[in-house]
Structure formats: C-alpha cells, structure tokens
C-alpha cells in the first residue's frame, strides 16, 4: 500500500475519531448532561470544532492528496477514501477563514434570534439574519463551487451530485399529483377512526414496547443506546456506538412508538456499516437522503403497512389492553395511517409531507436566484400552504418561523427529506418484487430478511457508489417519482374508500 | 493584564477543556457505553490524549513562561496559573519522547497482565512487567525531578511537595500505635452487632435515600449526577457538570450509601471551587491527599459519627422498616463502625486502613531504594499483613495482587490516601472546637454549616497555597498524627469497651 496513503488514512482516522467524541459530547448535551453545564460544554465542543478545523486544513493532507495524484493502482475503496477527503479538504480549506468565522458567528446568533423571534412570533426580527444568511451561503458557495449555482452547492453538502435541475421536474410531478390526493382525500366521507389512540400510556410501557420492537428489527443494544431527548435523533460515536432517543407523551404512546422505529431505522443503517475501515469515509453513510430512506423504510414502507400491523397489534393491545378493547386490526392499520393536513413539517404524515418540503425547497430555490425577497415570506409561505395543503398558519410561529434549519444556515438541506421517501419507496418496490412473500415473513416475526437487505444493499455499500449508482444497482431504475406517487395513491385511496 | 499571561491563559484554558471531554469520555465508558463500544473508545480516547500532550509541550508554551520570567506584578491568582503550567509544562517536556512512550506502552500493557494474573492468582506473571515499570519511573523521576530521591518524584505527582523523610515519621507513629489498638479490638469480648444490616434492600429505595443524603450534604444536582458504575467514583467535565457513581448490592445497603457520601464529599469540593477562572490550574483541587480528606471527612468524621446517625437513622429506618425493627440509634452507630482486619484494602474500616497503606508504601519505598526485590513481594506482603492485622491472605489474588495502581505504574498514590484521613481529622478538629454546637446543628438536619466552613476554608482556595501552607492555615498545626490517633483511639476504646 502507498505510504502516501497510509498517512492519509491515519489522518482521517484521527478525524473521524475527534468526531466520535463531538458526537458523544452533543448526545450527552441532549440527553443526560445537568442544565447547569451548558456553558463550559459549549466551551468544550467549540475548542473540539476548532481542532478538527486545524486538523481537517492542514496542508500537509493537500500535499498528501496532490502526491496522491500522481499514483494510480489504488482499489475502489481507496480511490473512495482519497476522493472524500479531497472533497473535505477542498470545502474546508476554499473558504477564507473570515468567511467561515463570520458564518459561525451568525448562525450561531442566528439561532438565538431565531428561537426568540419564533416564541415571539416576530419573523421582522428573524428576516434581517436571515437575509445576511443568504449573502454568506452564496459568498461561500461562490468559493466551494464556482461553477454550481449557488442553490446547488448547498444542496451539494446534504445529497451530493443533486441539483435543482434533477430535483425540480420530481417534485412538480409529486405536486400535480399530490395536491390532487390531498383534496380528495380531506373530501372523503371516509375518516379511519383513531380516538382509541388516545388514552393514558404509562413511560415504563411505553419505552419496554419502543424496545423489543427496535430490538426484533435488529437494534444490537450491546452496540448502541435507546434514551430520551426533548427532540428524537440518532447520534453516538462510532458503529459500535450507536444512540437512539425518542420522547414520550403518556396522552399518546403512538408518536414515540413510530419515533423509536424511525430512529431504528437511522440506527440500523449505522450498525450495519461495512466491517472493514469503519473509521473512514468511505464507509460511512452516503448521503442525509440516503439516510431518511433507512428511517423511513422502516416507519412508512413497513411499519405503517398491513402486515407490520398485524404482528404488532396483539403486542401493542396486550400492553395497553384498557385501549384494544374492541378494536380490530384494520381498525389500528388504518388509525396509523390517518393523513390530515397541517402547519406543522414534523408532525405531517406521509401525503402531505412532500408539500412542506417542496413548498420550503421552492422558497429557498428563489431566495438564492434572487426571484423572492425575504420580507415577503411569511405571505408567500402562507399563499403556498393554502394552495398546497388548503391550510392556512394563524401565526408566523406555525409557519415560516417552525423549523431551526434556515437559523442555523443550512439551507439545501430539506430536499433530502422527501428524496429519502422517494429513495425508501423504491427500495421498497424493489424488495417486494424480489420476495413476494415478505409481506407473510412480517407477520410470522422475522424482520431479518428485511434487514440483511437493507444491510447488503446498501448500508455495506458506504459511499462506493454516488446516490444515482446506489439507486441503479438496487433497483435496476433512476429516481423515479412514479413508484412513490403509485405506493401513496394505491394506500390512501383504499384507505379513504376513493372510488 | 500582561499579554503574556493572557496568552499563557489562552493555553490553559483550551486543555482544561480538552481534560473536561476526556472526563466525559471516561465518565461515559464507565457509566453508560454499550460494552461493544470498548475498542473505539478506546481509540478515541487516545487520539484525545495525544492531542493534550501535543498543546502542553508546545515549545511556544515554553517561550511564554520564559518571558513571563522576566515579568512581575502578578496577583497570587496569576502567579500561581504560571507556577502551576511551569510544573506541567517541564513535567511534560522534561522526558524523552521515546520514554514517554515506552511507559504508556508498558502501562497499558501491564493493566492486561495484571488481570489476568489477578484472576489466575499468578503473581510470577506479573512481576516482570512490575520490574519494568519500576525501573522506567526510575528513569522517568531522573528526567522529571533529578534532585529528588526517585519515589519522592512519584509521590509529588500526586502529593506534591509531600517526601519520605516527612511521611515516614508519620506512618511509623502511626503504626507504633495502631498496631496495639487494633490487636485490642480483637481481643475485646464486646463485638457491635451488625447482623440488622444484612437483608434485602431494593435498588430503587437505596437509590432514593443516597439521593436524599447527598442534595441534604449540599450536592447540586442541576451541576451534577449520581448513576451507577462498577467502581464508585467521582469524575465529571467540569465544576459545573460533576458525576458520582455507587455501585449496589441488594443484600447490604450501607457499602452503596457511603459510598454515595463519600463520592457526594468529593463532588462538593469540584462543584464548590473558586467562581473566577474555573478553566485554570490554580482553581483546581489541590492535591489527591486534600481531594481525600474531603470525602473522608464526610464519610467519616460526619457520616460515622453519632449525630449524624441520629439524624439520619429515622429516615433510613423508614425505609427499609423490616431491617430496623428494635433497633436503636446507638446500635446502628456501632455497627456501622464495625472494626475488624480484612485481606481487601477498599473494604477496610478506618482503623485498619491505614495499615493496608503503610504496607504498600513501605514496599514502594523499598522497591525503588533497591532494598526490596519485586519477587519477594507475596512473601514480604504476607509477613508484613501478619504482622500490621493479623491476618494473611489465603492467596496473592487477595495480596499483592489486589490493587490496579502498580500495574499503571501509579508509585507514590497510596500514601495519600492515609494523608488524607490525617488532613481529615485535623480539619474535623478544628471545625469543632470553632463550632461546639455542630452535633447538635447536624442532629436538626442543619450540613450547610460544614460544607460552607470546608467551602471557604479548602475548596475556594484551590492552589493558592501549598498541603502544608493550607493545614497551617486551616488548623494552625502542621501535619499532626496525634490527631488523628487521638480520634481513632477516643472513638474505637469507646465502641469496644476497652477500658
């Protein structure tokens, strides 16, 4: 092996095991560390960011890199490996320090203004931030990738190689098509009756069933952690370190319950990496898109299908017997599966998801064109909601001012939201074309096929392949809206009873 | 402000940060990481102290406190940051690379020898790595320390300024008179009665009332936590993010809650240090010895005593009632001062305690004079257990094998534990003859008056002062073992009926 490139992989080694320990320190901030800590922690990780700043510039990995150049002979994961960190070393170091300073600066400030002016629901204080934002997101843009528009190479951070001239033409097909759903579906006569998910749900219950649950998918508990945060997430350290939260409401055990197999689903993907060079990029997870298409795999493809519904059932009507009185299956499949516009992106289900992605991904698509202004959001936002979703927020606080991404300056980040449920739908289609006795595996209890397909497909993929190659090789197909629009309107018109 | 010293602050504070991560990292490994993780952290954590050990030799340090020479006019707070990074920077600087090396090899390599010898009762495999370490700290003290006797450099690692010619005088009175007192202990016909401690006592109740005592003793729990590890211990990220653990057995209670108060003790002297420069050396806990006598002085000098069982023993007799039917205060007070010789140095009582110091620092003492050889050591430790407690272990599992310090290479820790009982008692000394009423404040529930006094008198001083200059300070004696036997003999003459 070239020494150039052993001492580039004891470089990214070093990397990926200082950003274990971020990882380990922000899920202890969010989990378990005393409230009165949160200074010296923010101490703590702010000298942490800005070793693996130093570490991750140093110009010694560009010499590396351009030694490397020179030399061939490298198998594909380590070309892989030689390209990330390019990748890295190139956004890292582009960008003029006063530029990655100033940016710091404002999102972290960004945040603080924003949590206020959302409490508030004041967005005219959250706009000049937000503007600024954007100035500092195009000025870095120019400096990363000057030949991508400057949309484009946010987007690029999130779900690699996408552009807005991939993405737009999938979602105007979603919305011609979803909007039309949505309608008919808020028309139907036809409501599944859910007030039996409704009740008095202890923790203690509530946490034994999110855990057999994640364990039967295949969540190894010696490899990883279920706890509680204020919002769920999958964080950790390392493969062998993998932490899922979740929060409970004992007025409702159903959001945690999905909240536990989603995050499984994050969990799995993590757990599931390739054995070898676990500590380098190239078998790290693809990309946020690829991500969500695991957690939502595992929510909406399975979880919220028939056959999901029919295992668990008993199990869940055992646990909280005083609420299953009386209630069939069907009766349950179809409660979990109630589709409902709202102001809300996270507490959407999976129809009318796609329009609050879309309707953010369009807004930051003009914002960064130049094609809308800031100060006429919250209109704009509320015009789109009525015409997307036929809701309208009362309030800023519900709509334009919901979500922390834009406070923070990640923008391009939403599309990966519904590419992954675009992604997950195929997959989906795909497995099922290849065992079409999956659905009666399910019920029998064995996830296991489920999840070593998964596993073999693409967790052990890493980053081998770009997201077109990984969706190619699966599914024999491109990204493709269609299956999803099918899988959607397939389930919900039968569910609503539309014709 | 010198704008030396703002750098040379600059410095500090960035690796007491870094020191804060590798609290949590341990605290994490210990307390809370699936056991699948072990590698990775492990990895982590070394690419963690490597980074620490690369920023506290950087030779721009060493140009800082050069020019720093050259300055005055510092206040006692700065002084004693610059004398503090001094002492770690030429700790640090001092040894050769190489050796630096060679002993973090063999330390952790001698860890993995010595549990498995431990386990199969093999001392012979141990001994050479013991052999090694002792002539590696051999060499290290020459670099560190060249004026000093080599075990005098170990000992002022963690008992700085502390040397045999002050420590052995000491021990040898303390052993003239311990040896008799415990020889009369076991010869008194009077035994306590402590049967009503054994039972079975849920986890959850024993929980509750460690919870209780320790928020009463002043432990803040928003700036801190209590969980469960194998070995109690107190470690944390920060004075503002401290972490005690106990450990539980159902069949005895009183091993977990003093433990909680013990570990509660040292957690108040991190949470209670100096609100100014809380990232600096000289607002850090003195020495390992003061760090001890805190805790014991809990544990101890307050919690075995009399008024604090008083107090307490209605709430613990509530709850666990079926233990403590029939009991009375005063019988709870001396089981719980039960003195009897055992093999295990951690499951000592105060009394004997000592002795299981004495030993191992006159065996340390003479390892590194020459005068003892390290495969004499099962035989010299049986002799020497013989003749302190009467007893002798059964096999070197229980003797010379017992203890993990050796097998890091950690000479020189054990006398402070016996340093710190003595700075204990002295300390409980003066409290009480400037407070005559503290029993009686302690029976009503009242601890705030101890943690304050030890708060302005210990914890606020942080490095201000040195061991001796403290105690002086503090009791206006020096280092005084009479002290200490006086409280021993005064209390166990009493509880045995000895004359």
């Keep these: 092996m070239s020494s150039n490139y052993q001492k580039l992989v004891q470089r990214l ?6 950003g274990g320990i971020m990882g380990i320190l922000h899920w202890d901030q969010e989990v378990i560390m005393p409230t009165g800590a949160a200074d010296s922690r923010a101490k703590q990780m702010g000298v942490l960011a800005g070793i693996i700043h130093e570490k991750s510039t140093d110009p010694a990995i560009g010499e590396l890199l351009d030694n490397l150049n020179q030399e061939n002979s490298f198998n594909s994961f380590e070309r892989c490996n030689i390209d990330e960190a390019r990748r890295d070393y190139e956004m890292e170091t582009k960008v003029p320090k006063s530029l990655v300073m100033e940016l710091a600066e404002l999102s972290s400030k960004g945040h603080q203004v924003w949590v206020k002016a959302r409490s508030e629901n004041r967005f005219s204080d959250f706009a000049p931030v937000l503007s600024q934002l954007i100035e500092l997101k195009k000025r870095w843009a120019e400096y990363v990738s000057p030949n991508l528009h400057a949309y484009d190479a946010n987007i690029d951070v999130y779900e690699r190689g996408m552009k807005t001239d991939d993405i737009t033409p999938v979602f105007e097909r979603l919305k011609s098509e979803l909007i039309p759903l949505i309608r008919e579906i808020q028309a139907s006569d036809y409501k599944p009756d859910s007030a039996f998910l409704s009740g008095d749900f202890s923790v203690d219950k509530q946490e034994a069933l999110g855990r057999a649950i994640s364990e039967e998918m295949g969540f ?5 952690r279920m706890d ?5 997430f999958c964080g950790g350290s390392h493969p062998t370190d993998v932490r899922i939260t ?9 959001e945690s319950l999905y909240a536990v197999i989603h995050e499984t689903g994050h969990g799995l993907y993590e757990q599931g990496r390739m054995k070898e060079g676990r500590d380098l990029p190239a078998s790290e997870a693809l990309t946020m898109g690829v991500h969500e298409s695991q957690s939502l795999f595992w929510e909406r493809m399975i979880a919220q299908n028939r056959p999901f519904c029919k295992r668990y059932f008993p199990l869940i009507a055992k646990t909280f017997p005083e609420n299953f009185n009386g209630v069939s299956v069907d009766q349950f499949y179809e409660a979990v599966n109630t589709s409902q516009p709202s102001f809300i992106r996270v507490e959407a289900d999976e129809v009318t998801y796609p329009m609050h992605v879309i309707l953010r991904y369009e807004i930051e698509k003009g914002l960064f064109d130049g094609s809308i202004e800031v100060k006429t959001l919250p209109e704009l936002w509320n015009s789109k909601m009525k015409e997307y979703l036929g809701v309208e927020p009362p309030t800023d606080t519900l709509g334009v001012l919901q979500d922390t991404h834009w406070s923070g300056g990640a923008f391009g980040y939403f599309p ?3 590419l992954g449920a675009i992604y997950a739908s195929q997959f989906y289609q795909t497995l099922i074309d290849e065992k079409p006795d999956l659905g009666k595996e399910i019920e029998s209890g064995n996830l296991a096929t489920i999840r070593e397909w998964l596993n073999q497909k693409i967790h052990q993929k890493g980053r081998l392949l770009s997201v077109p190659e990984l969706i190619k090789e699966v599914t024999g197909d491109n990204l493709n809206p269609t299956v999803f629009l099918n899988y959607l309107k397939t389930k919900y018109r039968t569910i609503y009873r539309l014709n």
Tied chains: 1, 2.
């Design 246 to 254: 979740t929060r409970y409401r004992t007025d409702n055990f159903i």
């Design 13 to 18: 080694e070093e990397t990926s095991r200082l």
């Design 220 to 224: 190894a508990f010696d490899r990883g």
């Design 416 to 418: 990966s939201y519904t």
């Design 228 to 232: 509680v945060s204020v919002h769920p």
